[in-house]
């Protein structure tokens, strides 16, 4: 043979050699991306997630001769409203002829309609064609803080309206601020008490918006049987979302806006960039009694502010997302979230 190899296995040798050189790179390849992914893992785990961010837009509602506060945007057969109620400034006394609901058109910037004399802390929500407006009456008493319950008013035109009683207070409990969302079996109201803690919220059901049925022990009262004040509610499968008032805390101006969620109503988790709106220069110190309106992809949460005794006026921030977006940003999954119970003992 010459002391040659024949061709083909000089052939298989070579192919031979080519293979090992494939394999040898494709693990050093492998080696590489695995470091690579652990490298990465390591920065990511150092890093924490941002607070989103809410704009606050250069705006203030007029509080000439009367003190915004209690409001809801809603988007009702293509109209964009405002439904809020009207009280006196500067602590005059309020009774039927000075305190009553209306109606704003937000782009027009003129009221629509004005009903529901003695009424006040006022929420609503849009049922398809349907306006749902909810407040307090206190036409009996003639002071805001002690009424006969919460009234519904209802319209499709906004010109005819029904009103019907739907939550009651137990004994000397009063009263304050609801709100209402919509899930899978109907809906679900949350309503402001001062009883057992000054203040907390309790929530209802309802199949059809007029006959509601009280949950019985549960109130949110916070982590520490606290201050929690306008609730305002909506519904994300699988979360319910509540923002409420928060009382001062050390370190932060005044009155803040919480925001908390839970599945079944019971075990509640606190947003870990709580307070999610704070009073900043020029505002007092009070960021409260928020509510939401998603419109043309972003979200705009309406809140009061003032300091809680003298003046309060309506502001508007805006977060650059759809509304669920909004709420599930402020509960990022790397993050561990402070649990409290509704359960009250």
């Not at 607070?51 to 509602?61: E, H, Q, R, T």
């Not at 929500?125 to 749902?132: A, G, P, S, T, Y």
Request: charged letters at 25%.
């Amino acid at each position: 043979m010459n002391g040659l190899l024949p061709s083909n296995i000089l052939y298989f040798k070579s192919r031979q050699t080519k293979i090992f050189k494939m394999i040898n790179k494709k693990k050093s390849i492998q080696i590489s991306l695995t470091y690579l992914f652990l490298f990465l893992s390591v920065i990511s785990m150092g890093q924490k997630a941002e607070k989103p961010l809410l704009v606050k837009l250069p705006v203030a509602f007029s509080r000439k001769d009367r003190e915004p506060m209690e409001n809801t945007p809603v988007l009702f057969d293509s109209l964009l409203l405002m439904v809020a109620n009207y009280r006196p400034s500067g602590g005059s006394p309020v009774d039927e002829k000075n305190s009553y609901l209306y109606v704003d058109d937000l782009k027009a910037g003129e009221e629509i309609v004005r009903f529901g004399p003695a009424h006040s802390f006022v929420s609503a929500f849009v049922n398809d064609h349907e306006l749902n407006v909810f407040a307090l009456d206190f036409s009996e008493s003639g002071k805001v803080w002690n009424s006969s319950g919460i009234d519904r008013f209802v319209t499709k035109d906004l010109k005819n309206w029904q009103k019907e009683k739907v939550i009651l207070p137990d004994g000397d409990e009063n009263l304050f601020n609801t709100s209402v969302c919509k899930n899978e079996l109907g809906y679900l109201m949350v309503y402001e008490s001062d009883q057992p803690v000054q203040f907390c919220f309790k929530f209802a059901r309802s199949r059809d918006l007029s006959k509601w049925e009280k949950i019985s022990g549960l109130t949110f009262t916070g982590a520490n049987h606290e201050y929690s004040a306008c609730p305002v509610i909506r519904y994300f499968a699988p979360y319910y979302y509540v923002i409420y008032v928060h009382a001062p805390v050390a370190g932060h101006n005044g009155w803040i806006s919480y925001l908390s969620r839970s599945k079944d109503l019971i075990e509640w988790e606190l947003s870990p960039f709580n307070p999610i709106l704070e009073a900043e220069k020029g505002e007092g110190k009070n960021n409260s009694d928020v509510d939401l309106l998603e419109y043309e992809g972003r979200t705009y949460l309406y809140y009061a502010t003032g300091d809680q005794a003298t003046w309060t006026t309506i502001r508007v921030a805006m977060y650059n997302g759809t509304m669920k977006k909004f709420f599930e940003d402020h509960f990022p999954e790397e993050m561990n979230f402070e649990k409290i119970s509704a359960k009250y003992q």
